[in-house]
T-cell receptor
Framework: DAGITQSPRHKVTETGTPVTLRCHQT?????MYWYRQDPGHGLRLIHYSYGVKDTDKGEVSDGYSVSRSKTEDFLLTLESATSSQTSVYFCAISESPGKDTEAFFGQGTRLTVV | GENVEQHPSTLSVQEGDSAVIKCTYSDSASNYFPWYKQELGKGPQLIID?????GEKKDQRIAVTLNKTAKHFSLHITETQPEDSAVYFC????????????FGDGTTLTVKP
């Protein structure tokens, strides 16, 4: 299994509170991604990073921010959590596209906003 | 942007039978098509992939076919086993596009013993 660790694995938080999810990799892959998974919607890209301090938005980025200060860590922050952000969040990593585009996924973080 | 449709959403087969899952994509520039298997409580895991310069690829009981003209690709699982029961996702992406994948909505496959 690729060395990807997501933390926490489960979290319950209240509406309006800030939440940060962490993805840590030991593979030294350049690209990192945050997806959310909801019933009937498959996986949808929130944000991604193509290098340290280089990030960009995905298709469902509203209400989320990210940071990548080190190659191995990619943080996803919900500034003010809402019930619509209750979901399972997956981090993924990938080598440089064009050479090896396989994505490896973490185990997921189940976030519940009450 | 890319749009991927996946059918069926649920599929139930008898052990030993074949299973076929189909996906269509909209962006003709997409050139890489992976299939992922997700078991309960785990992240998706790549099981097979195909690039746009290939029409078919096989790995033991699993095969993928690609029709670029029609913009659809399919996953074929033969001699299904109970351990094949999982959710399967197709995806499409342009390898030069930072590896951003667009996923289908998933197919829940149940293999009955």
């Amino acid at each position: 299994d690729a060395g990807i660790t997501q933390s926490p694995r489960h979290k319950v938080t209240e509406t309006g509170t800030p939440v940060t999810l962490r993805c840590h990799q030991t593979e030294n892959h350049r690209y990192m991604y945050w997806y959310r998974q909801d019933p009937g919607h498959g996986l949808r890209l929130i944000h991604y990073s193509y290098g340290v301090k280089d990030t960009d938005k995905g298709e469902v980025s509203d209400g989320y921010s990210v940071s990548r200060s080190k190659t191995e860590d990619f943080l996803l922050t919900l500034e003010s959590a809402t019930s619509s952000q209750t979901s399972v969040y997956f981090c993924a990593i990938s080598e440089s596209p064009g050479k090896d585009t396989e994505a490896f996924f973490g185990q997921g973080t189940r976030l519940t906003v009450v | 942007g890319e749009n991927v449709e996946q059918h069926p959403s649920t599929l139930s087969v008898q052990e030993g039978d074949s299973a076929v899952i189909k996906c269509t994509y909209s962006d003709s520039a997409s050139n890489y098509f992976p299939w992922y298997k997700q078991e309960l409580g785990k992240g998706p895991q790549l099981i097979i992939d195909i690039r746009s310069n290939v029409g078919e690829k096989k790995d033991q009981r699993i095969a993928v076919t690609l029709n670029k003209t029609a913009k659809h690709f399919s996953l074929h699982i033969t001699e299904t086993q109970p351990e094949d029961s999982a959710v399967y996702f197709c995806a499409a992406l342009k390898s030069a596009n930072a590896g951003k994948s667009t996923f289908g909505d998933g197919t829940t496959l149940t293999v009955k013993p």
